[in-house]
Nanobody, 122 residues
Framework: QVQLVESGGGLVQAGGSLRLSCVAS????????MGWFRQAPGKEREFVAF????????TYADSVKGRFTISRDNAKNTLFLQMNSLKPEDTAVYYC???????????????WGQGTQVTVSS
């Protein structure tokens, strides 16, 4: 079992930055692929980024490529999402997720956090 707790969301103006964190507890964090997803009101949950457990390779959605950076600190059981050049369309609840394999689809993840709200004003 893995428990995930996100933090770092808030209200920011367009063009600004935020850094989300996700602290994991339970089984060995370093063995899990970790992902970030987001869900805006009335929309389906969508992929943002994920990082593999072994190689550390990362994959991003086209909509955030070049603006967001996913990273992890295995010593601190923490996943990060650095978000720069934020746009109003980035407004959503952001969720971190964990899975032994991971990938770009929500169904590939077994464990989810409760989410943190990010609001970008124009």
């Amino acid at each position: 079992q893995v428990q995930l707790v996100e933090s770092g969301g808030g209200l920011v103006q367009a063009g600004g930055s935020l850094r989300l964190s996700c602290v994991a507890s339970g089984r060995s964090f370093s063995s899990y692929a970790m992902g970030w997803f987001r869900q805006a009101p009335g929309k389906e949950r969508e992929f943002v980024a994920f990082i593999r457990w072994n190689s550390g390779r990362t994959t991003y959605a086209d909509s955030v490529k070049g603006r967001f950076t996913i990273s992890r600190d295995n010593a601190k059981n923490t996943l990060f999402l650095q978000m720069n050049s934020l746009k109003p369309e980035d407004t959503a609840v952001y969720y971190c997720a964990a899975d032994l394999v991971g990938g770009p689809y929500p169904g590939e993840y077994d464990y989810w956090g409760q989410g943190t709200q990010v609001t970008v004003s124009s």
